[in-house]
């Protein structure tokens, strides 16, 4: 593996899984009773998965996101949920020496004050 390779770090309750599932299939104007049926599952399968009371296996979760035409990261890739939460982001710097944080702060301030994103 890449050692330069970077993970998001995903955190959802099975509460937020259940809201992105829900909103996922009712934009696809799928039914959770039928969508559960198609999966080979009982009728109620979906719903307990949105409600939170069930969470879906690895495999499950692989055909669900079939089922809804989205890759695993694009199931997550809400653009409500930011890749890097602002504890992380801190942790980080905090492991950077002072030097490097000063002029980490430069460059963030001037990229604020400038309002433009360069690596997008």
């Known amino acids: 593996m890449d050692k330069n390779m970077h993970f998001k770090k995903i955190n959802y309750t ?4 259940g809201l992105r599932l829900a909103m996922l299939r009712e934009q696809r104007q799928l039914s959770a009773r039928q969508m559960s049926l198609d999966m080979g599952q009982n009728k109620n399968y979906i719903n307990s998965i949105e409600s939170g009371n069930n969470y879906p296996t690895m495999g499950n979760f692989f055909d669900i996101c079939s089922h ?3 890759t695993p990261e694009g ?14 982001l801190i942790d980080l710097m905090l492991q950077l020496p002072q030097k490097t944080r000063d002029n980490l702060y430069i ?12 690596f997008f």
Request: aromatic share 10%; net charge negative.
């Open 14 to 17: 099975n509460k937020e899984f």
């Open 75 to 88: 199931f997550f890739e809400s653009g409500e949920t930011p890749i890097v939460l602002n504890e992380e």
């Open 107 to 118: 460059m963030l301030t001037d990229l604020a004050e400038k309002g433009h994103n360069p």
């Open 68 to 70: 809804l035409n989205v």
